[in-house]
């Protein structure tokens, strides 16, 4: 079997190169425009869910979770520049190797960093709304900061291969930052699949099947009480499938195509090389997917996003946009002087407080449905 001898992980290195220096003419200024238009989105996004989290002095432990994926994909951005300065200039990778061995490095440890706070996120979403009763005060702060870090440890251990055999190579008269594993073809291969297995195919089944134990057990509760589904739960049902579509239609074409490139023969064609262009572009528009979710679908977010004093001008000129009992407060008995409400923050002045987001009730079927499940619009 034949294997190409190029990377499957780093997007700014064309697993299908242009089969020929003619074929140079492909670097055109319409991708730069798409991945410019990508990283000044995801760039504006994830700020912005940052900047509003991270000024709210009531935080909730979901909330850990969303600001360390913010900045997992925040992080994976800053590689776009120097990727749309190799497809626009002729001379492809001009950085030199150490630039280009710390920026393979970042780009794959955020890239699975991402998947895995995503991951982590959806189990805890599933605790939350599924067993809040029996293992809901196991969702601490310390048990949060440990999920993330130990993701973050994996994600750098991961991304080791690509700091010690990243470099720049020449090929057909062109610099190109390049992932020259040693041993390939067959190191290669293998590296192929343990990537895609763990950073798409592992976090996807858990994905898909913890969110359809959560839909599942709403589902029967509601039967249980002889009563239609209220318009929280069927929010959380389209956030639910929401997630698992973005997740699934941006990393799908990447991995798809790194796996077609193994079994594929003789040199790619013009196709094969924008094919493989539209599948990094849909992998880098995961970083924006995820926070304009975490903006537009989520309420406890859009109620609080008024609150946050870089965003207060932005309100008052769009207030229609938001709900009524998102309207920042005014006078002397504003948030800035009184404690925040449930699920709205207050400007960051004094000490931080997060809280477990401890349910009002026990979502369980041997219980009366009681008013409202708290935090499931946040099911991201």
């Not at 299908?16 to 760039?43: D, E, K, M, N, Q």
């Not at 310390?142 to 973050?152: A, K, N, S």
């Not at 920042?328 to 997060?354: E, K, L, V, W, Y």
Request: net charge positive; aromatic share 8%; hydrophobic share 45%.
């Amino acid at each position: 079997m034949s294997v190409p001898n190029v990377t499957p992980s780093l997007p700014w290195m064309p697993t299908t190169l242009p089969p020929s220096p003619a074929s140079l003419s492909l670097r055109s200024p319409v991708w730069g425009v798409v991945y410019g238009v990508i990283c000044g989105c995801g760039v504006l996004c994830n700020g912005l869910v940052l900047v509003v989290l991270l000024s709210c002095r009531h935080t909730l432990v979901s909330d850990l979770y969303v600001v360390n994926l913010a900045l997992a994909d925040l992080l994976s951005l800053l590689g776009m520049p120097l990727l749309i300065h190799q497809l626009l200039h002729d001379r492809g990778w001009v950085f030199g190797d150490l630039l280009c061995r710390a920026v393979t490095a970042l780009d794959l440890n955020n890239q699975i960093t991402g998947v895995g706070i995503i991951t982590a996120l959806c189990v805890d979403r599933y605790v939350a709304v599924v067993h809040s009763a029996t293992m809901g005060q196991r969702r601490s702060v310390r048990c949060t900061w440990l999920v993330t870090g130990c993701v973050w440890v994996c994600s750098l251990l991961l991304s080791t291969p690509a700091l010690l055999y990243s470099g720049v190579r020449w090929g057909e008269g062109v610099a190109l930052c390049v992932l020259d594993l040693p041993g390939a073809p067959l190191s290669l291969y293998w590296y192929t699949l343990v990537h895609s297995l763990l950073t798409f195919l592992l976090p996807l089944s858990v994905i898909v099947v913890l969110y359809s134990l959560t839909l599942h057990h709403l589902s029967r509760v509601m039967k249980r009480v002889q009563r239609a589904p209220s318009q929280r739960s069927r929010r959380v049902t389209r956030m639910a499938l929401a997630i698992v579509a973005a997740f699934l239609l941006c990393w799908a074409p990447f991995h798809a195509v790194q796996l077609l490139n193994l079994i594929s023969t003789g040199p790619p064609s013009n196709s094969a090389f924008y094919l493989n262009q539209a599948a990094i572009c849909l992998g880098y528009a995961h970083s924006c997917v995820s926070p304009l979710l975490v903006i537009c679908c989520t309420e406890g977010f859009r109620e609080r996003l008024p609150h946050a004093r870089c965003c207060q001008f932005l309100f008052r000129r769009w207030a229609g946009f938001w709900p009524v009992s998102a309207y920042p407060p005014q006078g002397p008995n504003s948030a800035i002087n009184s404690p925040p409400a449930s699920g709205i923050c207050a400007p960051q002045h004094r000490r931080r407080t997060i809280s477990l987001e401890t349910p009002p009730f026990s979502v369980t079927e041997n219980t009366r449905l009681s008013p409202g499940i708290r935090d499931e619009s946040s099911i991201l």
